[in-house]
């Protein structure tokens, strides 16, 4: 039991290849971009839009 589970922990953790420094910047990035336009939207329908 305890080897299919530790095969099936290794296939998992050798599926996805590990992210770059470049890659981690624009997720963050755009994450960022995207609560910020979230937020302006906010501000427009609750300021402007009364």
Known sequence: ??????K???TISG??????NRQVFG???AS???WALD???LFIL???AR
């Open 1 to 6: 039991m305890e080897a299919v589970a530790k």
């Open 15 to 20: 599926a996805l290849p590990a992210a770059s």
């Open 8 to 10: 099936s922990t290794e």
């Open 27 to 29: 997720a963050v990035t």
């Open 46 to 48: 609750l300021f402007v």
């Open 32 to 34: 960022c971009m995207g």
């Open 39 to 41: 937020l302006f939207d």
